[in-house]
């Protein structure tokens, strides 16, 4: 990866989230469970997963494209 893309992945913004006893309770358990030591990246990968998720399916498909616009590319 060059530089130039690597600045552009960079993470500069903060987003935080506030969980109860008993989220906060299950999401330790589950870590624990599984071994997931790095909570921050755990839980990047399931919203960016869902969220990516979400647009293939919301997107529409009554043309077809050459390529697919995405969170990353829009052609």
């Not at 006893?21 to 960016?48: H, P």
């Amino acid at each position: 990866m060059d530089q130039n893309n690597s600045e552009k992945l960079r993470r500069t913004k903060r987003s935080s989230i506030l969980f109860n006893q008993r989220e906060q309770e299950a999401l330790n358990l589950y870590c624990e469970k599984y071994k997931i030591k790095n909570k921050s990246k755990f839980m990047r990968e399931i919203i960016m997963t869902e969220i990516l998720k979400k647009f293939d399916e919301d997107y529409p498909t009554l043309f077809e494209f050459e390529k697919k616009p995405n969170l990353f590319y829009v052609g």
